[in-house]
């Protein structure tokens, strides 16, 4: 499944072309975002929700397609300035890039540890950012496997894992 979801905006706009193809008269409009929509309230019929336990509203039938998994990741390059973490500890002296809402690796620090901190809403913007040398971050992985095959993403703590969430 993770595979799939790198692939996920195609695969999408695949089978919308075969579903319009099929269906001439359809309408179909497509909405995305990282923002939390009220389903029900905005008249969605079907949507791709992502998150670390199970869905709430009485209104909506989830279904769970898969998991997904979260770890650390930087540049080669940022590391070879700013050396590689080795502990979470370690995590203070490096510039962190979060996501706000989602896992941060701030979380698992110890208590009293500040490090510098760049928050962005785009998950794709995350993983720009730490092309470019911006820092340490979590991405979900199926976002950061091209990455790591390409080289330009490493997997910082490798032994470490946070949480996962689910596709719904």
């Known amino acids: 499944l993770e595979r799939l979801q790198y692939r996920a905006p195609s695969l999408v706009a695949e089978a919308v072309a075969r579903y319009t193809a099929r269906y001439p008269a359809a309408r179909v ?6 923002a939390v929509v009220d389903l029900v ?3 969605f019929d079907l949507a791709l929700r992502f998150a670390a336990g199970p869905l709430k509203g009485a209104a909506l039938v989830a279904r769970k397609l898969g ?3 979260f770890h650390l990741y930087a540049a080669p390059a940022y590391l070879a300035r700013h ?3 080795r502990t979470l500890a370690d995590l ?42 911006g ?9 950061a496997d ?12 490798p032994r470490w894992a946070h949480r996962q969430g689910a596709v719904h």
């Open 83 to 85: 050396g590689t973490p």
């Open 29 to 34: 409009e497509v909405h995305l975002t990282s």
């Open 146 to 157: 091209a990455d790591l095959l390409a080289g330009t993403l490493v997997r910082v703590l």
């Open 135 to 143: 820092g340490v971050g979590l991405l979900p992985s199926y976002l």
């Open 92 to 133: 203070a002296d490096h510039a962190i890039v979060a996501l706000p809402g989602g896992p941060t690796p701030a979380i698992a620090m110890p208590a009293g540890a500040a490090p510098a901190c760049t928050t962005c809403d785009d998950k794709f913007f995350a993983r720009e950012l730490l092309r470019a040398g």
């Open 41 to 43: 309230r905005e008249r």
């Open 67 to 69: 998991v997904v998994r």
